[in-house]
């Protein structure tokens, strides 16, 4: 049977992610009734670090062990991916002795090299274009919160960064509805628009974009992340300006309407996305969802790994 990778979600059809969302909460009821299950057992994945992590590297590393295996933290300082020796020699190696790859990095191309020349999973740990197993990790978390998908309304205020663009895909391929309201000039890639656009068809959902706050109305969830994310801090200061009006503060909930929950990727800048009383109020589920990633990335090594 031909491996998969989980490279992006635009890989998975609604049904495959709706397997993987029900195979999360599986898993997550038996951890909390003490029951594991091991198809790891014996095999080891190797985690690949290029970006600083708290969250992916601790679920990552501790879901690995929860399903038996070993988790083989490679330092990016030490294997240097494209100096030290190409991506394609990295892949031919490292398949010969692990069972998976867990990858951290800048470039999507990167991680495609890697599972082009690899015969086992590789998973995206967030590229600069993508963040799948956030994006599992939301759309858990709403339907735990919600019960289910149909008439959820999601608003994603700021960057059409990677995260937006995972949970854009997500949305549309579980037929949610969903809103990107951001500045111009920060919209998302051509690519992501017309991938997010087919699949909303696909489902039968709506995918928007506005520059107009107004947008959040009638969303359950609004959603946001850094301004400036990893690897575009020289552009830091211009994109303050560039995003200021766009915080998700009370007024804006107050806009979406009442029972809208808010989360966040994490780690959160409070006083530039988001507002401390947003972040760290009753309507934050932020915290939820950051559990949330320890289940669906389970989900997806018992899924994948062989
Ligand atoms: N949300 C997320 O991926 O967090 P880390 O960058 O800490 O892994
Ligand atoms: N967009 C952010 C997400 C961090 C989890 C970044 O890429 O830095």
Same mark, same amino acid.
């Given at each position: 049977?031909?491996?998969?990778?989980?490279?992006?979600?635009?890989?998975?059809?609604?049904?495959?992610?709706?397997?993987?969302?029900?195979?999360?909460?599986?898993?997550?009821? %038996?951890?909390? =009734? /003490?029951?594991?299950? *091991?198809?790891?057992?014996?095999?080891? &994945?190797?985690?690949?670090?290029? #970006?600083?992590?708290?969250?992916?590297?601790?679920?990552?590393?501790?879901?690995?062990?929860?399903?038996?295996?070993?988790?083989?933290?490679?330092?990016?300082?030490?294997?240097?991916?494209?100096?030290?020796?190409?991506? %394609?020699?990295? =892949? /031919?190696?490292?398949? *010969?002795?692990?069972?998976?790859?867990? &990858?951290?990095?800048?470039?999507? #191309?990167?991680?495609?090299?890697?599972?082009?020349?690899?015969?086992?999973?590789?998973?995206?740990?967030?590229?600069?274009?993508?963040?799948?197993?956030?994006?599992?990790?939301?759309?858990?978390?709403?339907?735990?919160?919600?019960?289910?998908? /149909?008439?959820?309304?999601?608003?994603?205020?700021?960057?059409?960064?990677?995260?937006?663009?995972?949970?854009?895909?997500?949305?549309?391929?579980?037929?949610?509805?969903?809103?990107?309201?951001?500045?111009?000039?920060?919209?998302?890639?051509?690519?992501?628009?017309?991938?997010?656009?087919?699949?909303?068809?696909?489902?039968?959902?709506?995918?928007?974009?506005?520059?107009?706050?107004?947008?959040?109305?009638?969303?359950?969830?609004?959603?946001?992340?850094?301004?400036?994310?990893?690897?575009?801090?020289?552009?830091?200061?211009?994109?303050?300006?560039?995003?200021?009006?766009?915080?998700?503060?009370?007024?804006?909930?107050?806009?979406?309407?009442?029972?809208?929950?808010?989360?966040?990727?994490?780690?959160?800048?409070?006083?530039?996305?988001?507002?401390?009383?947003?972040?760290?109020?009753?309507?934050?589920?932020?915290?939820?969802?950051?559990?949330?990633?320890?289940?669906?990335?389970?989900?997806?090594?018992?899924?994948?790994?062989?």
């Amino acid at each position: 049977m031909k491996k998969k990778d989980l490279l992006s979600l635009n890989d998975y059809s609604g049904k495959e992610i709706e397997a993987l969302l029900n195979l999360s909460a599986a898993i997550k009821s %038996e951890l909390k =009734a /003490k029951k594991f299950r *091991r198809p790891l057992k014996d095999k080891t &994945i190797a985690l690949i670090f290029e #970006k600083p992590s708290l969250r992916t590297h601790a679920t990552f590393e501790t879901g690995i062990v929860q399903l038996g295996g070993h988790a083989l933290y490679l330092p990016s300082s030490n294997i240097r991916i494209g100096v030290r020796e190409t991506a %394609e020699d990295i =892949a /031919k190696n490292l398949e *010969r002795w692990v069972d998976g790859i867990v &990858i951290r990095t800048f470039s999507q #191309k990167l991680i495609e090299t890697l599972a082009s020349n690899a015969s086992i999973p590789v998973i995206n740990a967030l590229t600069d274009d993508a963040h799948p197993c956030q994006a599992l990790a939301t759309a858990l978390t709403i339907k735990e919160h919600f019960k289910s998908f /149909k008439g959820v309304k999601v608003a994603y205020v700021g960057d059409g960064n990677n995260v937006a663009a995972s949970l854009f895909t997500i949305c549309a391929k579980l037929g949610m509805d969903s809103v990107h309201i951001g500045p111009k000039g920060y919209e998302l890639s051509k690519q992501y628009l017309a991938d997010v656009t087919a699949a909303a068809k696909v489902s039968g959902s709506k995918f928007t974009y506005t520059k107009e706050l107004a947008g959040v109305k009638g969303a359950d969830l609004i959603y946001t992340d850094v301004w400036t994310s990893m690897g575009q801090e020289a552009e830091s200061a211009k994109r303050l300006k560039a995003f200021k009006g766009y915080q998700v503060d009370s007024k804006l909930m107050a806009l979406a309407g009442r029972g809208a929950k808010f989360s966040h990727c994490l780690p959160a800048h409070r006083g530039e996305e988001v507002s401390a009383e947003v972040i760290d109020g009753a309507a934050s589920i932020a915290i939820d969802e950051a559990e949330n990633r320890l289940h669906v990335q389970k989900a997806v090594l018992a899924t994948l790994v062989k």
